[in-house]
């Protein structure tokens, strides 16, 4: 192919590669689905990630007659409530985070929402070592439907490297 | 992304680098047994972890692997005369065994025993499954021999290949845990390499283009699942075995042996590419065996007397536009280990992973930098031995199966996930 003016890769064409920005900032939705969980990502918002916001979902009972609503059902980190669609709505992807053997049912009111969206799901289930199969199956079977791809982490300190890979 | 002083971490491994240490924790394959084929042969340069080293069979079958040159006036022992015990350099005679100790100097007198002061820094060279094997490692900390099912099995349930890849080790095998580009790039070869068509999960593979993924932790690295729907609302589950520091099992399609890879780096530029297939139950059939030796499957065509790909960055990968565009080939390339590799290479020598967009499709691949940075630390900071050192971490098994859509399948197919002795892989 003589009239092109590069060849497939050496380090000396390496440096030829254009420096510009190739993507622009992703916006990103750490959500915990039950009360553990709710610790890890105030920890992990310790960190400046000025694209990604955290989030809770209340693990008490609703108040009054029980009926539930999306309206402001979730929480940032200081406890203001957040509306579910209002959230989503300028994601770019979201990721919730539940703890193995823990109630993680809720990943379907966010999954349902970010599917009518087509918005990238990812769940993440922090699981020790001792972890019974059966309480990380309860967990595994309440996200996989809602999540396009399902982590099983044995420490915190991965989400934080994903987040980063993510670019969140 | 990576940050830049983490791809470096991962990158380098050289002598006195952090990833070079990892590295140097293991078992690695080296050459092919076949490359010093008899006592005496010629000798075999390699290049291993940024370490010149030469090869070679002494005339009682020993194996020796030592730095490439002599000690005398540093001249490449590759033009040594291999013979009675040891190697000999043909500038002035001085003679190695196979450990590296000079077993003479004929310039000096042998009452003065200064052949006995030299000796040039050597490694364990180990046979096992067709591979020779070195630890290059301190030897205090030399772990037991590798345990991989496809080098223990009869020779003739068995064949290995190794070629160059031009880039660097982890871009490699990062390509070998990224299962989503199956259905893309690979898609033209599972219904037409003879080792791969004809098994009935192929129509999940080609049906289903947008997988979902599991990724789950194991002792000695990850398990992959990739979870595709199969028939009557069932799930086809594809579990790739990620060991530690650079082994992939791919899952198996059929009846067809079962094959993976290990990346070793040659230096920060280079890595070989070994690429196994085996059975557990049964010797592979002479027709499998021509196929991998024709290049089919993971196996590749060489420049002849070489390892390097016949099909290389030199010639574009003998790129095929039409073959392309009538959907023969989805890239244009023959072969899927060629398609992975002139993909890989095309990122460069090492790719800069801070400019990368990962997708949470990518996740296999965050995982094992996550675990593969972990291990390193741990390593460097309290000296532990990393995942996949173990033996038992060496014992496992891909496997295909097809599942209920409420099992998870780290506990539905937890036995098919270990080598079973006498049985085949869980496959479709």
């Known amino acids: 192919m003589p009239s092109e003016s590069t060849r497939a890769t050496s380090a000396a064409e390496a440096v030829f590669r254009i420096a510009a920005p190739n993507a622009r900032p992703r916006a990103t939705k750490v959500v915990a689905l039950d009360r553990p969980s709710v610790a890890v990502v105030g920890r992990l918002a310790r960190s400046p990630r000025p694209n990604t916001s955290f989030l809770t979902i209340p693990t008490e009972a609703p108040a009054g007659d029980g009926a539930f609503s999306v309206s402001g059902w979730l929480r940032d980190l200081a406890g203001h409530a957040k509306n579910l669609a209002d959230e989503i709505a300028g994601a770019d992807q979201v990721v919730m985070i539940a703890t193995a053997g823990e109630n993680a049912e809720a990943a379907s009111i966010i999954g349902e929402a970010c599917s009518v969206r087509r918005i990238t799901t990812t769940g993440l289930i922090l699981a020790g070592p001792s972890t019974p199969d059966e309480a990380l199956s309860r967990t595994l079977s309440h996200m996989r439907p809602w999540a396009l791809m399902l982590v099983v982490a044995s420490g915190e300190e991965y989400i934080e490297d994903m987040l980063t890979a993510l670019r969140a | ?428």
Not at chain 2, 106 to 134: A, N, Q
Not at chain 2, 312 to 334: C, F, H, M, P, W
Request: charged letters at 25%; aromatic letters at 10%.
């Open chain 2, 1 to 428: 992304m990576l940050r830049k002083e983490q791809n470096d971490l991962l990158t380098q491994t050289g002598p006195n680098t952090p990833g070079g240490r990892l590295f140097r924790s293991y078992w690695i394959p080296a050459l092919l047994a076949r490359e010093l084929p008899e006592k005496d042969c010629p000798p075999v340069r390699v290049k291993l972890l940024s370490e010149r080293l030469i090869a070679f069979r002494d005339s009682e079958g020993r194996l020796g692997l030592m730095d490439e040159f002599c000690a005398h006036r540093g001249v490449s022992l590759w033009f040594g005369r291999n013979e009675e015990g040891g190697l000999r350099c043909p500038y002035h005679g001085w003679k190695y065994d196979h450990t590296g100790q000079c077993v003479e100097v004929p310039s000096e007198p042998v009452e003065s025993g200064f052949c006995k002061k030299i000796k040039l820094k050597s490694y364990p060279l180990i046979e096992r499954g067709g591979v020779l094997w070195t630890y290059m490692g301190p030897a205090d900390k030399q772990p037991p021999l590798p345990e991989w099912e496809f080098a223990l099995v009869p020779d003739a349930q068995r064949f290995v290949s190794k070629r160059v890849q031009e880039s660097n080790w982890l871009q490699a095998m990062e390509g070998g845990i990224d299962s989503s580009h199956v259905s893309f790039l690979h898609r033209g070869e599972l219904n037409t390499d003879p080792l791969f068509k004809g098994a009935k999960a192929n129509q999940y593979n080609l049906r289903d283009s947008r997988p979902v993924f599991e990724v789950v932790e194991s002792a000695g690295g990850l398990y992959i699942g990739a979870r595709r729907d199969a028939d009557e609302g069932n799930y086809y589950w594809r579990i790739t075995q990620w060991v530690m520091p650079s082994f992939t099992m791919i899952p198996p399609r059929g009846n067809h042996p079962v094959h993976g890879h290990f990346w070793i780096p040659i230096d920060d530029e280079n890595c070989w590419t070994w690429s196994f297939d085996y059975h557990p139950t049964r010797p592979l059939t002479d027709e499998q065996i021509k196929a991998m030796e024709d290049g089919k499957g993971i196996h590749v065509k060489y420049v002849p007397g070489t390892f390097r790909p016949l099909a290389n960055k030199d010639n574009d990968y003998l790129i095929d536009r039409a073959a392309q565009k009538a959907g023969r080939t989805y890239s244009g390339v023959e072969g899927i280990g060629m398609q992975d590799a002139s993909l890989q290479e095309s990122m460069g020598p090492i790719v800069d992973r801070t400019r990368e967009n990962l997708v949470s499709t990518d996740n296999g691949i965050i995982m094992a930098r996550h675990k593969l940075l972990r291990a390193v630390k741990a390593l460097m900071q309290n000296d532990v031995a990393p995942p996949g050192v173990d033996i038992a971490h060496q014992r496992v098994r891909s496997a295909a199966v097809v599942l209920p859509p409420n099992r998870p399948f780290i506990e539905a197919a937890k036995e098919a996930l270990t080598v079973q002795d006498g049985t085949a892989h869980a496959s479709v």
